[in-house]
């Protein structure tokens, strides 16, 4: 007798092997996005305010405090460089990923215990009738553990940064898919849009509740996003596809480098003879490297083939002998850094946020003056955040498409363009930051607030919006304009170093305004105040905005000079022959004609 059908079939799949879910996917975005976003919240939501916590108790001044901020900003921004490289070297995404969230977690339970314990920051200052209040300095121990604190959360967002966007598109980077591409575009917009949206909750919650219950749930609350943000990735550890490690690129650019410098007094061979001197790799297209930096041409010099090329045709000792490759890819790092340099200016004027946020601080932030609200100090920073979005959306689905419908063909604006005018923006958003500071610190001591600086000068803060929105704008145009320069310019293996190039200027930009700040600060003292003082009513917060405003114009013309000497874009070559077989092609029709 035979068995039912529906028996047959139960007992065919009993014997069928399971097929396992293959890993990665669409299911393992939540996880990643939101490790990503959690950690954002928690890191721009600390920044924010964080001059206010230094000054009220910690005691330090404002130009102390405003290095001390500069100089984490700047470890924040420097340590995704050697996040990126000991997770292509040595550990991986997903370990590095998980190793930096447990780093931002404890800096910043560490901070929250600032807050929450008396005796690890000086005691505040009581007042008694007649006399002024002056608190004790913190300790070193005490400073130490703050430091700490910082250090370790700069060391997370070192390993988080730049990793999830890599680790994300490892998920879904599959070569037998044929939208592929289109799966990545989509990924990489969706990663973008809840980056922005993390940086406005921190710009706006975080900071609200900072403001109006205290620093100890204000800083509580990131530390259990952070924890959340750790519990989460980690949770999903088994659905992840991890890649195997291999050499970093920064590695592979070191070793050009010394290469060159330990070959610098070979003599370069003759083009007639150049074939065969070379070392590449069998299946690289470059046999020999291009004329340009010629110096560092002697990287790849191949001196005695038998001592410097193993059998498997690989240099037996790549420090002394590189491929034609990776000299070109050093070639190229070091064409961009004069036009990298440029942006280091804006990243100054953008780094301005403490002195914006004591200028909010005193200034009426009610929208109206019936309105009882007020918008906290440290949220002006979500105009910056909104015009730069604005931007980016209005250009992509309004500006672009309107100019090609137009000029009736598909237009671009050059990169160069952009870089340039993001620069010039950069330049107005001081001179309006300078403007609005004197009419405020005018206003301020015609109303008799001179010596007064916790007061409430009469003048709506919504006059700081448009520098605030310039600032937006400019980021836009410049900062990605200058991410889409490197990664058209570079080869396509030096994607990560166009990523973290952007981050390596913000870091140097915090340092070179920590010493502009303090050189201004010390230079401008004259009768025992400075343009700089923590009773900004007593400064001159617009001359010193004054100073930035023509280093930014002095960076334009720098950038011009730059920009003419660079030559063209890989963008404006591909145009260039587009362009050429279309006026080839159109004399054609018309002698045809």
């Known amino acids: 007798m035979e068995n039912p059908p529906d028996q047959t079939e139960a007992k065919e799949m009993m014997l069928q092997p399971r097929t396992r879910r293959p890993k990665g996917g669409l299911l393992t975005m939540p996880f990643i996005i939101a490790n990503e976003g959690f950690e954002k919240v928690a890191s721009y939501g600390l920044l924010q305010n964080m001059i206010l916590y230094l000054m009220s108790d910690y005691g330090l001044g404002v130009v102390k405090g405003q290095t001390v901020l500069f100089m984490w900003v700047a470890a924040t921004n420097f340590m995704p460089l050697v996040g990126a490289f000991l997770s292509d070297s040595y550990l991986g995404r997903f370990l590095t990923i998980a190793i930096a969230s447990l780093s931002s977690f404890l800096g910043m339970v560490l901070l929250w215990l600032t807050a929450m314990l008396p005796q690890v920051k000086p005691s505040p200052c009581i007042a008694s009738a007649g006399t002024n209040c002056s608190s004790p300095a913190a300790t070193s121990s005490q400073l130490a553990l703050l430091y700490s604190a910082f250090a370790l959360i700069s060391i997370g967002s070192g390993g988080i940064r730049p990793c999830s966007l890599a680790f994300g598109a490892d998920q879904l980077d599959n070569k037998e898919n044929p939208k592929n591409e289109r799966v990545l575009e989509s990924f990489f917009g969706w990663y973008y849009a809840s980056s922005s949206v993390a940086v406005l909750i921190a710009f706006t919650v975080i900071v609200y509740i900072q403001d109006h219950l205290g620093w100890r749930i204000g800083f509580g609350i990131p530390a259990v996003l952070m924890l959340l943000a750790s519990i989460v990735f980690v949770f999903a550890s088994p659905l992840y596809v991890k890649r195997s490690v291999s050499k970093s690129l920064f590695t592979g650019l070191a070793q050009a480098a010394v290469a060159a410098y330990v070959n610098r007094k070979l003599m370069l061979p003759g083009h007639s003879v150049s074939y065969g001197c070379y070392h590449h790799l069998k299946d690289s297209e470059l046999k020999a490297p291009s004329d340009k930096l010629r110096f560092l041409n002697k990287a790849c010099v191949i001196r ?123 330049f107005l958003a001081m001179a309006v930051s300078a403007t609005v500071e004197h009419y405020r610190r005018r206003t301020a001591i015609s109303q008799g607030l001179r010596d007064n600086a916790n007061a409430t000068v009469n003048i709506s803060a919504m006059w700081l919006v448009p520098q605030y929105v310039l600032h937006g704008l400019a980021e836009a145009l410049t900062g990605i304009g200058q991410t889409e320069f490197f990664y058209t310019e570079f080869p396509k293996s030096m994607s990560s170093i166009a990523a973290a190039l952007f981050g390596l200027g913000m870091a140097v930009a915090n340092i070179l305004a920590s010493v502009i700040l303090n050189v201004v600060k010390n230079s401008s003292k004259k009768g025992g105040v400075s343009w700089i003082e923590d009773n900004i009513n007593k400064g001159h917060y617009d001359y010193y905005y004054w100073v930035l405003a023509i280093l930014s114009f002095v960076n334009v013309i720098y950038y011009v000079v730059c920009s003419w000497s660079y030559g063209p874009t890989m963008d404006q070559v591909r145009n260039d022959k587009v362009n050429g077989v279309r006026e080839e092609e159109q004399e054609e029709v018309v002698k045809i004609n």
């Open 304 to 426: 005695n083939r038998d001592e410097d090329i193993g059998s498997d045709g690989l240099a037996l000792n790549p420090w002394r002998l590189c491929t034609t490759d990776q000299v070109e890819e050093l070639k190229s790092l070091v064409k961009v850094i004069p036009v990298w340099s440029t942006g280091i200016m804006m990243s100054i004027n953008v780094s301005q946020n403490s002195f914006q946020l004591l200028q909010a601080n005193s200034m009426d932030r009610r929208l109206s003056n019936e309105s009882t609200f007020k918008i906290p100090a440290g949220s002006f920073g979500m105009f910056t955040i909104i015009a730069l979005i604005s931007w980016v959306v209005l250009y992509d689905r309004a500006i672009l498409p309107l100019a090609s419908k137009i000029r009736g063909r598909p237009v671009r604006i050059n990169v160069k363009i952009r870089m340039g005018l993001g620069l010039f923006i950069s």
